[in-house]
């Protein structure tokens, strides 16, 4: 039977990219394009779900991948996935971005475009939008980028507890909205 | 019939919100960004390969926590506490932070060890002196 890659295998795979990074040496150049490509939809998938603006979050990610780098070149040892180690720095870029470029109510919203394929997905935004932030925050790290509990609370920075705690009140919320709209 | 509980009572939640996922397009992004990006993360890398940086790279936490310790404190000076047990305290999962440096005390603690703390036998006094000598500055008197 063929070995399937598992989140382990991700991990350790990535931690070898960073060390290759740390290290300074001639690995470092393609240890740097590697983790770049294999998480650069990601960060741009997570900083638009932020900024909902195309120009924004290409400079949320440039922030963003320049911060983790400088950061990655100290040393860093993952406990969990990469995407974990990278959220915050794309959060806090993204938030900047945000700010600095505030957007008008002609912009068009990326993100809450709809389409055929979704046809809910303007309600699903609006609603999102009436929940508290923390709320929403964990509701996209769980749906949209695939961390589990535990990743979203090393991500955060915040107990497990928490994290399950913001999820039971947020899919509530969000199921009563929906129900309501 | 299956037994409701919290996931299949919130199932609609559970569609809504994976069928509300979007993605960056491609498409959208500038022709050259990637290079231009990767050119610039690329540039960050120090080139240097001096002993400090080739250790903090070997040693992970324990080297990076001494050279946090001599940095920011000073080499072997102004201890406010005896050294606790380095090996204890440094290697105490609750006193290594989000980041996995070491706590700064207990850094300090690891700074003011004879002891090797890397594999090759690296002391943090090897540290110290490799960071004057790429500084110029010692920091502080011990």
Known sequence: MPHQPSIRDDVADDQQLLDAIAATDEHTDDAIEALYQRYRQWALDLALSMTRDDAA???ACQDAWMEAIKRARRGVT???????????????AALRAKRSRPITSEAPDPVATPSPANPDLTSIHAALDRLKPAHAEVLR??????????????ALGKPLGTVKGRLRKAIARLEEILKSA | MPTPNRDNLSSPVD?????SRSS????????????????????????????????????????????????VIGPLGSARRAPPTVADRALNPRDI????????????????SPEPILADGTTPADIRDALVELTGDSGGEA
Do not use: C
Not at chain 2, 15 to 19: C, D, E, K, L
Not at chain 2, 52 to 64: D, I, N, S
């Open chain 2, 24 to 71: 960056f397009d491609p498409a959208d992004i500038p022709p050259g960004y990637d290079t231009q990006l990767i050119a610039r993360l690329q540039a960050q890398a120090p080139r240097r390969q001096h002993p400090v940086f080739r250790w903090a790279a070997m040693g992970g936490t324990l080297a990076t926590a001494a050279v946090v310790s001599l940095v």
């Open chain 2, 97 to 112: 932070n989000r980041d996995g440096v070491v706590d700064i005390l207990d850094a300090h603690a690891l700074a003011l």
């Open chain 2, 15 to 19: 569609h809504a919100m994976r069928s």
């Open chain 1, 57 to 59: 979050s290409l400079d």
């Open chain 1, 141 to 154: 790290l769980r749906y949209w980028h695939d961390l589990t509990d535990r990743e979203i609370a090393i």
């Open chain 1, 78 to 92: 993952l406990r969990a996935r990469f995407t974990t180690f990278l959220y915050k720095y794309v959060k806090h």
